[in-house]
């Protein structure tokens, strides 16, 4: 189906038919015919800023231009709806960095988003620089819960049938790339890179979305390669090569009031190195309301020298410590671990922590084979969940 689906999109954004080639119009739009200098010194926001406006009040067929060259750019925010553009193609060849002046971006302020645009294409070859060295040390979420959020790169704000292919991503200031309620979305080809002791610089964070599918992706970085929040549908995630940071995540889950649920994930044919994490489902105490995750595969994954190749964890807890009041109000179920190999640097290769509160339901584990990388055998730790297992078990399932 998704196959289907990203042919008729490719279509869509070849035009179609040659009927409706030939009733549209092409037009073409460069920042450097808006003033941009691309010497890396001169500030080009403005002059990116109104090649967009010109490019999304266009009609027809529209690409935008970023040449090669080194931009540096603040806050910038390339927003729709555009009411009479068929495609929009940003062709960025260009080297984009941040400015590293934080008193720049506005509480809520991201650096580069797109908002509200309907077959949005963004390739080139280019890089989003976030120039996040400076501002790591500012950053207080890894030991304070109501921290000030930095800026996320790279953001997607109710996008619709969007298609990101052949870009980089490279030290960003707290998220990569991140995908708010958005419909349709292909990533491919894309490369994030950042120190492993960079703080919250998830790779790609997916958060109120359906049909999303990111595959063939080289993500390193110092806090998940990849984290699926709440509220998200129909995600797969197929050929992602992930290390270092923390794994693949589902969650954090249970954290704020009326979270939606998280239903139809498929991560598979990926591999992890040097991960804190493999694939994991990590979820709140103290949940302030009730909310799922369910239907979720995670199939023919190669894990290398990874600790905690397979957690789930419901009683999450990044800092020092955390209310444990009540267990966490987030019901897991329909969960399968198909063909997950490799090795584990923990001796515990398989952690099932259920909330004791709503107990794991339907979790399924078949020919799992992880190897811990000293002498003794690996074990497996699990807790409210009574697991099926079938084919290879290596550790031996919990008893």
């Known amino acids: 189906m998704k196959l289907l689906f990203l042919l008729s999109l490719v279509c869509c954004y ?102 509200w645009v309907d077959k949005l294409i963004l390739t080139g070859g280019g890089t989003f620089d976030g120039q996040g060295a400076v501002s790591w040390p500012y950053n207080k979420c890894p030991t304070n819960k109501h921290c000030k959020v930095l800026p996320t790169s790279v953001k997607f704000v109710a996008t619709s049938n969007t298609l990101v292919q052949n870009i980089k991503s490279l030290n960003s200031k707290f998220f990569h790339i991140a995908l708010v309620g958005c419909k349709n979305f292909w990533g491919k080809n894309i490369q994030i890179t950042a120190p492993s002791n960079s703080p919250n610089t998830d790779g790609i964070h997916i958060e109120r979305s359906t049909g999303v599918t990111i595959y063939n992706s080289v993500i390193g970085t110092g806090d998940d390669c990849i984290s699926i ?17 923390h794994g693949i995540s589902i969650g954090s889950l249970g954290r704020y009031h009326n979270e939606g649920d998280v239903r139809g994930l498929v991560i598979k044919d990926s591999t992890l190195a040097g991960t804190s994490n493999g694939v994991r489902i990590k979820t709140w105490e103290n949940s302030p309301g009730t909310s799922k995750a369910v239907n979720m595969t995670f199939e023919n994954i190669v894990m290398n020298s990874v600790a905690n190749p397979i957690i ?28 997950i190999r490799g090795t584990s640097t923990t001796p515990v290769a398989v952690t099932l922590r259920c909330s004791r509160g709503v107990p794991c339901k339907n979790v399924n584990l078949q020919d799992v084979n992880l190897k811990y990388v000293g002498q003794l055998p690996a074990t497996a730790s699990c807790m409210n969940v009574k697991a099926s297992y079938s084919g290879t078990q290596i550790p031996p399932p919990c008893r």
């Open 14 to 115: 070849s035009i179609g038919n040659a009927e409706t080639q030939k009733s549209l119009s092409y037009w073409n739009f460069n920042v450097l015919d808006y003033g941009a200098r691309a010497n890396g010194i001169t500030d080009d926001s403005k002059a990116f800023m109104a090649a967009w406006k010109a490019a999304c009040a266009a009609v027809g067929v529209v690409k935008l231009h970023i040449p090669a060259g080194t931009y540096l750019i603040g806050p910038t925010k390339f927003a729709g709806p555009c009411k009479n553009v068929h495609s929009l193609t940003v062709n960025m060849k260009g080297y984009l960095k941040a400015t590293t002046d934080l008193s720049q971006y506005v509480t809520g302020d991201d650096w580069v988003e797109f908002a």
């Open 229 to 245: 929040g709440h509220s998200n549908s129909e995600v797969l995630l197929s050929g992602i090569s992930c290390g270092p940071g």
């Open 312 to 339: 789930i964890d419901q009683m999450y807890c990044p800092y020092s410590s955390c209310a444990s009041d009540a267990p966490s109000g987030v019901i897991l179920s329909d969960i399968f671990f198909r063909n």
